[in-house]
């Protein structure tokens, strides 16, 4: 059985402007393309504006979550003129990543009979160990519609349970996300991102990283 932890983030484009939000889902994209790489599962849920997300909540499943994670803690650059504004000068955006704490209400436990599940071919590296059967499992809450993956087990019916562990972990995790915007004490993390100092730059509007500096 594959050791297994949870991380939950809060992604956010914090006070910024609309490019700000460009930069969360930008970000979002190329955090699930690099969990894709180093086999750990990426969930997310967004709150979604006209040019992009205000802000998302992510969860990060797997035995190597923190590994993972450590690397998009703080402040992430994107160098990118603007294509919503040409003639502005500026080509510096900045978002932020931080750890989401534990709400304060545990969210009521989620019945199986709530949730729809699909399942599909594992994807991903893998080598001969990789999955040749639809083993992955999609668990989908129909009443919130917050869904999260697990695909590491080889057995569908455990996959199943991961499945159906992480979308409460996810539920949780939006449920702090919540308590922090509506409460001034956890305001804070939507505009603590420092504007400078980036742990990761990305470049353009193909997101390709570039070094930090």
């Given at each position: 059985?594959?050791?297994?932890?949870?991380?939950?983030?809060?992604?956010?484009?914090?006070?910024?402007?609309?490019?700000?939000?460009?930069?969360?889902?930008?970000?979002?994209?190329?955090?699930?393309?690099?969990?894709?790489?180093?086999?750990?599962?990426?969930?997310?849920?967004?709150?979604?504006?006209?040019?992009?997300?205000?802000?998302?909540?992510?969860?990060?499943?797997?035995?190597?979550?923190?590994?993972?994670?450590?690397?998009?803690?703080?402040?992430?650059?994107?160098?990118?003129?603007?294509?919503?504004?040409?003639?502005?000068?500026?080509?510096?955006?900045?978002?932020?990543?931080?750890?989401?704490?534990?709400?304060l209400q545990t969210p009521?436990?989620?019945?199986?009979?709530?949730?729809?599940?699909?399942?599909?071919?594992?994807?991903?590296?893998?080598?001969?160990?990789?999955?040749?059967?639809?083993?992955?499992?999609?668990?989908?809450?129909?009443?919130?519609?917050?869904?999260?993956?697990?695909?590491?087990?080889?057995?569908?019916?455990?996959?199943?349970?991961?499945?159906?562990?992480?979308?409460q972990h996810l539920m949780?995790?939006?449920?702090?996300?919540?308590?922090?915007?509506?409460?001034?004490?956890?305001?804070?993390?939507?505009?603590?991102?420092?504007?400078?100092?980036?742990?990761?730059?990305?470049?353009?509007?193909?997101?390709?990283e570039v070094k930090v500096?």
């Open positions: 059985m594959t050791a297994s932890r949870h991380i939950s983030l809060l992604v956010t484009s914090g006070s910024g402007p609309a490019e700000c939000q460009q930069a969360v889902a930008g970000v979002l994209e190329a955090m699930r393309n690099e969990a894709e790489l180093i086999a750990v599962d990426f969930d997310s849920n967004g709150v979604r504006a006209k040019h992009g997300y205000k802000s998302a909540v992510v969860l990060i499943s797997g035995a190597d979550a923190e590994a993972f994670v450590k690397n998009w803690r703080g402040t992430i650059q994107w160098r990118a003129q603007s294509n919503l504004r040409p003639t502005h000068k500026r080509a510096n955006w900045f978002i932020g990543v931080f750890d989401l704490p534990a709400p009521e436990r989620i019945q199986a009979s709530d949730v729809t599940f699909d399942t599909f071919r594992a994807g991903g590296p893998g080598g001969q160990h990789q999955n040749t059967t639809d083993s992955a499992v999609r668990a989908t809450h129909r009443l919130t519609g917050l869904s999260a993956v697990a695909r590491e087990e080889r057995s569908q019916h455990r996959n199943k349970s991961l499945a159906l562990e992480r979308l949780a995790a939006q449920a702090a996300a919540d308590e922090a915007a509506q409460k001034a004490s956890r305001n804070a993390l939507h505009y603590a991102l420092e504007r400078g100092n980036p742990v990761r730059c990305f470049k353009g509007r193909d997101f390709r500096g």
